[in-house]
């Protein structure tokens, strides 16, 4: 199973997936927990996500929604797979061109930024459906947030971005200090949605059962 593939866990080890009260934040602090109409994000008290922030931003597109789950952990059904292992500072969700059926109206969307990551290794004995070890770690942030299909265009924000990802290198991924600096720039001006933007309406997602069985 290569880069792209995911099975959710078995049924009974969703409870050893990190949940908002027990976020496994740096230095141990809790964070403040809010729901504004159509988002879901957390910040911790005091950290302001974006001032100074010039990091490595991992940028990739996702093909359905509920990884991350509404709880913050990035790698819940085992989405991006050994990526979430990577070295970044931050992550920027973004619909694929063409979803899964059901999860068609988060394409080319901005569906959700975390910035800040706490990684926690999945604990030996919770396997993913398929009865396989998941192949990266639970990946949560100091700064979340989660919009999926009520989220900014891509195009409309970052139009270099977009253009690079979707009509140029159709690439499944980039780590934003790899890009041109004015692309670096509009990568910049997404992480700053976190600050800024509020959606008009609540996401589906947040009714949604889970799904079964998901490809990532």
């Given at each position: ?16 997936i990190p949940t908002s009260g027990d976020l496994p ?79 068609e109206d988060i394409a080319l969307k901005i569906n ?105």
């Open positions: 199973m290569g880069i792209g593939d995911s099975a959710p866990p078995r049924p009974g080890v969703m409870d050893e934040l740096a230095r141990g602090r809790k964070c403040v927990t809010f729901s504004l109409l159509g988002d879901l994000g957390r910040t911790e008290p005091g950290y302001n996500p974006v001032r100074g922030h010039m990091g490595q931003t991992l940028v990739y597109k996702r093909t359905h929604s509920g990884d991350p789950n509404t709880s913050g952990t990035f790698g819940c059904d085992d989405c991006m797979g050994q990526v979430r292992d990577y070295r970044f500072d931050a992550v920027i969700g973004v619909g694929g061109k063409r979803p899964d059926p059901g999860s959700w930024i975390g910035i800040d990551p706490t990684r926690k290794i999945v604990p030996p004995n919770v396997r993913r459906r398929d009865g396989k070890r998941f192949r990266g770690p639970w990946v949560t942030f100091k700064c979340f947030r989660l919009w999926e299909e009520t989220g900014r265009d891509l195009n409309d924000v970052a139009p270099r971005l977009f253009k690079r990802m979707f009509e140029e290198k159709h690439v499944r991924l980039v780590m934003s200090r790899s890009l041109p600096l004015e692309i670096q720039e509009e990568v910049q001006d997404i992480l700053a949605l976190v600050n800024t933007f509020q959606p008009s309406r609540p996401s589906r997602v947040f009714q949604r059962t889970r799904s079964t069985k998901r490809k990532c």
